[in-house]
């Protein structure tokens, strides 16, 4: 008999992907929310979002046999505590709120893996004297203990850099604070956590290096990485470019990477699901230094391992949710490179026109598998725009497989010259 699986904010794109599985696991996939109840808006109550998933669930006539979701906070959280009430499958909240809560997670890392992580401090963007109370030396980065996408994320070049952005912080923080001092509430935090409020702030220590993201997951306490990805930045920007798989780093880099995650994951208790880990690879120290652990499938290199490797790994996700070991190809899809392109823009502007639909499929026509995303409507300002990073907007994605990398930059550059984009002051 198919199993029935929910999937907390589910969207078009990756609906596609899910429905692609169907001829390997006998599934139907229902959508728990949509992605625009979520993340399509400003604001949001937790607690409502939490009784309409359950009232949707209580009502379906059938068996509820895995919950699911793909997206940041608030679903990554919604999905462990909505499994828990039913029984089914899924990492502990507290596991996972370790991983979002970047104070809590750095204090673990500190604990487990001390020699690949910088140095940070805890500040409240409301204290006016917070400055005095950092001991970095800038350059430095300043973040919401929870945030996503590099949202209210910035470097900190001087003190008058400080004071101006975390007027920005001030003013936009509460729209995560809010909901994530909500779910702080379901938690038995230790004291050092519970009296630390979501509007907090961390300062890290400048890190670089070559980004790269490990995809793996957890099955019964055994720790599998099966995907490194590289994360490609804007000449002299922190803003990425595009994401590349498989990865170009030494394998004795992506080797030492797996061990650290190895020594996380399992000193903070997080199992069956699956994850990705944030890396920066500095090839003069040959040194990893741990960014950040989320707890769920980045959903922007799914089309990635499908190129690839011959199927999205939203079947790993969806495996686990059933309770089973994952299985997965390796390296038996059309392409031997893929990657996402992150279109952006860096400055506000009027969007004047977009491809249609027509214009995509003739692009498609002339490179077959491509895929694009949309992500802007004529007549918006690109400031309308919701989770953008600090220094840019993103108005398209575009998914391209090759058998080179730089095949793939001469198809994107091919592509992105068709597409009739238009934007005014």
């Known amino acids: 008999m198919s199993k029935n699986v929910f999937v907390v904010g589910l969207d078009e794109f990756n609906l596609v992907k899910l429905e692609s599985l169907k001829r390997v696991i006998d599934c139907n996939f229902h959508p728990l929310l949509r992605y625009e109840e979520i993340r399509g808006v400003k604001t949001y109550s937790l607690q409502e979002l939490l009784a309409k998933a359950q009232a949707q669930l209580q009502a379906f006539q059938g068996s509820v ?12 959280d919604m999905v462990p505590m909505l499994c828990r009430e039913r029984g089914l499958t899924a990492a502990s909240l507290e596991s996972v709120v370790k991983c979002e809560h970047k104070y809590w997670s750095r204090l673990e890392q500190k604990a487990s893996i001390p020699k690949h992580i910088p140095q940070f401090d805890l500040f409240d963007p409301f204290d006016d004297k917070a400055i005095a109370k950092i001991s970095l030396n800038y350059p430095f980065w300043i973040k919401p203990i929870k945030s996503f996408r590099s949202f209210l994320a910035f470097q900190i070049n001087s003190d008058r850099e400080f004071q101006e952005c975390t007027a920005i912080i001030r003013d936009q ?9 909500d779910l702080l509430e379901y938690l038995d935090l230790p004291p050092e956590i519970a009296s630390i409020p979501g509007q907090y702030c961390l300062a890290e220590q400048m890190i670089s290096g070559q980004q ?132 952006r823009r860096f400055q506000d502007e009027l969007v004047v026109k977009v491809p249609t ?19 802007v409507q004529p007549g918006m300002r690109l400031s309308q725009l919701a989770n953008q990073d600090s220094y840019s907007y993103e108005v398209a994605d575009l998914l391209l497989g090759a058998n080179s990398p730089q095949e793939l930059l001469e198809k994107h550059q091919q592509c992105w010259e068709a597409l009739p984009f238009e934007f005014a002051p």
Request: hydrophobic share 35%; glycine share 6%; aromatic share 14%.
């Open 65 to 76: 046999d895995a919950i699911v979701g793909y997206f940041d906070f608030p679903i990554s």
């Open 173 to 181: 923080i509460e729209t995560i604070s809010e909901p994530f001092n």
């Open 212 to 343: 790269c993201t490990l995809e793996g997951y957890v099955f019964r306490g055994e720790v599998h990485i099966y995907g490194v990805v590289d994360s490609m930045r804007y000449p002299n920007s922190s803003t990425f470019s595009r994401y590349q798989y498989p990865s170009q780093l030494p394998e004795s880099a992506q080797q030492e990477m797996v061990a650290v995650v190895e020594r996380l994951v399992t000193h903070i208790g997080y199992d069956n699901a699956p994850f990705n880990v944030e890396f920066f690879y500095d090839r003069q120290q040959n040194k990893a230094w741990f960014l950040e652990i989320n707890p769920r499938i980045s959903q922007s290199h799914g089309d990635l391992f499908e190129k690839v490797d011959g199927m999205p790994y939203h079947k790993i996700m969806i495996d686990l949710a059933l309770g089973n070991q994952p299985e997965f190809p390796h390296r038996q899809g059309k392409y031997q490179w893929a990657a996402k392109f992150l279109e």
């Open 357 to 375: 639909q027509q214009d995509i499929q003739t692009l498609q026509n002339q490179f077959p598998n491509t895929l694009m995303e949309i992500l």
